[in-house]
């Protein structure tokens, strides 16, 4: 394990500047009810503006319709729009991994079809990992997926699914031969399934506030052909970890109540603070400095061909933590009774994040799992 | 990456591979029973790596601030008991940079300057009074060097620590921070180049400390994973367990985090002023050494409580390094106020930024 200190070029600079530019000119400042992080509005003009910048699907290569451009500059876009709080909520998931897993393990003709809609910032995917018996024990799902000519049919169900109700397009792992005795991690595949197949049913999972973000989708003799397959039968275990490689680490692990402590120096403008909370400002930059600094690493880390997993599981551990705990100052230093209708945008904010951020350290594999791939990949370091 | 940006290979490996030599479990628990190890500093100084970033033309070793930090680093790591910032990157910076000439032997700082040592000028030559505390190895010192503010100028004056009254004194790890009395002792006028005063001085304490506790939060991280994966019990390596898992990770994560903001502190201050990153780099070394303190001690059980076994000797620096030029309040306060001062819309991009942003 290393993280090495690493420092943005010139050209780096440059698109965090433009990256900039179109914010302010899109969202200025102050003018917004800003987005907690990656849990943001889907506002799919939003999108296709990013997309028209080539900011959406932009590691992906140029043939497909993206940019080439490197995980680095990635990372400037996504921790410039999440800081912002813009509403990057329709291509999200597109644009972190499902995007990646089509052109690292599709079939030409997968990537033909999606990877340049993902780009434009068409299309809009819901992840499909846990059920209602398999949660952090991923390996158990039991959604099968059974032959039938041309394809396969569907049976089963699908919970917490993030957006199925807006989307167009879910990526299941499911399994298409039995459980084996001794290997659960066998039989699983990663399917691409059309969230609006006949026999697939979608129902809300009311969040803690009221608010509609997950949902159970239920499969109920859901057809999908041979051509959705993602990658080889029975490698979807292997896939799926992959995948959740790209999702780890990065600024969405972190930056999330961002856009609340700006938002409180903006409404204290040109009141006298007290001590304890300029120095809780200071705190919060230093260590945001730092785990930025850590998290910049990892990309960089993924640009010169490393799969730095170990590491991208101890900035995502962190860094969720760390939200939660920016959250807790604030709470416990700032006196007031806010709520999610409070006039001030700063104290709806707050409320907002009290409320959710529980969910930060249990979104996309828990702080316990990440603890347990973390602890084993720290074994056999030298001392 | 450029080129300033990256530390001599060598120095990392040769550093590494003295220290593991000579600064054992015994020799360090020695050197705390005898207040000095000087076969570890007789080593040391024979590599010429207390004297790296000094000038050759002023007696130093040469080479860059960022490879003295890496040594610091290692200093760190090793939990070598020997006065290296002192003699380097802090006293022996105010000596050249007032164009004095630096001992063969130790030299070590009035870390508050001015705040209990006081100095009067008297034509060319500075009368020193006073009792300055918590000054490191002052027992084995060679010079003993003070900045000062008077009139408007930094004062470096260099004393021989012949001249003074050390009382030894002790941190919580028991190296030597010894209390200094200074009875009217005469030095000559020595002036500081204009970049060199007692704030500066402040930013480059910190800095040191930062690159210490780097080493020394790793070090301990390492030895709490090899610990855990080592002890049996229930059947089992404990570090199998959840509950320890969830510590193990924490002081890498730390270790990690430490080592990042020290040497990204370092590289900036290698290139020119670095008050915003120096001042981030310890205040999150700070944080860090105290969560990592924590974990690391909890995973190690009662082991980790005794002398035997090594823990401490990292775990007592860190807790002695965290109060030592600048403790969390203050640098919280410090980052504060410039934060504050720049804005909402500023906020992002000094962390992005860091000192770049404060100009």
């Known amino acids: 394990m290393r993280f090495t200190p690493t420092e943005l070029t010139d050209a780096e600079l440059n698109l965090q500047r433009e990256v900039r530019e179109f914010l302010s000119d899109e969202l200025p400042p102050g003018s917004h009810e800003p987005c907690l992080g990656m849990a943001a509005r889907k506002d799919k003009d939003f999108s296709l503006k990013m997309a028209a910048r080539g900011w959406v699907g932009m590691a992906l290569p140029k043939e497909w319709g993206g940019s080439d451009r490197t995980a680095v500059d990635r990372f400037i876009v996504v921790e410039e729009m999440l800081r912002w709080g813009a509403p990057v909520g329709h291509h999200w998931v597109a644009d972190r991994q499902t995007g990646n897993v089509i052109l690292k393990f599709g079939t030409e003709e997968q990537r033909e079809r999606f990877l340049p809609a993902i780009c434009r910032g068409e299309l809009g995917f819901s992840i499909g990992m846990s059920e209602p018996d398999s949660g952090s024990d991923l390996a158990s799902v039991s959604t099968k997926a059974e032959r039938a000519s041309d394809g396969w049919i569907i049976n089963g169900t699908k919970i917490w699914t993030s957006g199925a109700h807006e989307n167009d397009w879910f990526v299941c792992l499911l399994r298409t031969s039995p459980m084996e005795d001794g290997n659960k991690h066998a039989g699983l595949s990663q399917l691409l399934i059309d969230l609006k197949a006949p026999g697939l049913e979608i129902s809300p ?129 700032i006196d007031l009774e806010y709520s ?24 996309g594999g828990t702080i316990e799992i990440l603890r347990s791939v973390a602890s084993k990949g720290l074994k056999g370091l030298p001392t | 990456m450029t080129e300033d940006s990256l530390v001599d290979p060598l120095v990392t490996e040769t550093a590494h591979r003295l220290f593991s030599e000579i600064c054992d479990h015994e020799s360090i628990q020695a050197a705390e029973a005898r207040g000095q190890a000087p076969e570890i500093w007789n080593a040391f100084a024979e590599t010429g790596f207390p004297w790296i970033s000094i000038d050759e033309g002023a007696g130093g070793s040469g080479g860059s601030l960022l490879d003295a930090l890496e040594v610091l680093r290692l200093v760190g790591y090793h939990a070598a008991p020997i006065p290296a910032a002192e003699t ?105 180049t204009p970049d060199v005063d007692l704030e500066a001085f402040r930013f480059r304490g910190a800095l040191s400390r930062a690159a210490l506790m780097a080493g020394a939060i790793e070090k301990m991280s390492q030895l709490t994973v090899s610990y855990t994966n080592d002890r049996v019990q229930f059947g089992r390596p404990v570090a199998k367990f959840q509950a320890v898992q969830q510590h ?11 080592r990042m903001v020290a040497e990204t502190a370092a590289r900036e201050a290698t290139r020119g002023a670095a008050q915003f990153e120096i001042a981030a780099a310890k205040l999150v070394a700070n944080q860090a050494a105290a969560r990592a303190t924590k974990a690391c001690h909890q995973a190690h059980g009662a082991m980790g409580m005794t002398q035997e076994y090594p823990l401490h000797h990292l775990s007592r620096r860190l807790w002695s390094w965290r109060k030592e030029y600048g403790g969390d309040a203050e640098w919280s306060k410090w980052l504060g106020q410039v934060a504050v001062s720049r804005g909402a819309d500023q906020l992002y991009p000094l962390i992005t930024g860091g000192s770049a942003a404060l100009n």
């Open chain 1, 205 to 333: 999972i009311p969040f803690l506030d009221g608010s509609h973000h997950f949902n159970e989708v239920t499969f109920n003799e859901v057809f999908v052909p041979d051509t959705n397959v993602v990658g080889d039968l029975g490698m979807g275990w292997h896939q799926n970890t992959t995948e959740m490689a790209y999702e780890r680490g990065g600024p969405d692990r972190w930056l999330s109540p961002f856009s609340t402590v700006e938002q409180l120096l903006r409404e204290a403008h040109g009141t006298e603070l007290e001590d304890t909370v300029t120095e809780l400002f200071g705190e919060l930059v230093a260590r945001w400095w730092g785990i930025r600094n850590l998290s910049l690493s990892v990309a960089r880390l993924i640009d010169t061909g490393e799969a730095p997993s170990v590491e991208s599981s101890l900035v995502k551990e962190m860094g969720t933590r760390y939200e939660q705990e920016v959250i807790e100052k604030l709470v416990h230093l």
């Open chain 1, 340 to 363: 999610p209708d409070s006039e001030s945008l700063f104290e709806r904010l707050l409320a907002q994040c009290v409320v959710t951020f529980p969910g930060n350290t249990i979104r």
């Open chain 2, 88 to 192: 380097g990157i802090l006293g022996g910076w105010l000596l050249a940079s007032s164009g004095q000439e630096l001992p063969d032997g130790i030299t070590t700082v009035v870390p508050n300057g001015g705040e209990n040592a006081t100095g009067s000028i008297s034509g060319e030559e500075v009368l020193i009074s006073g009792r300055a505390l918590r000054v490191p190895w002052a027992r084995i010192a060679e010079r003993i060097v003070i900045p000062l503010a008077i009139e408007d100028q930094t004062v470096i004056a260099s004393v021989d620590s012949a001249q003074c009254d050390i009382e030894p004194m002790t941190n919580m790890a028991g190296e030597p921070r010894d209390t200094v009395n200074f009875r009217n002792v005469r030095v000559p006028l020595a002036l500081a």
């Open chain 2, 248 to 258: 193990l990770v924490w002081g890498a994560q730390d270790a990690a985090l430490a």
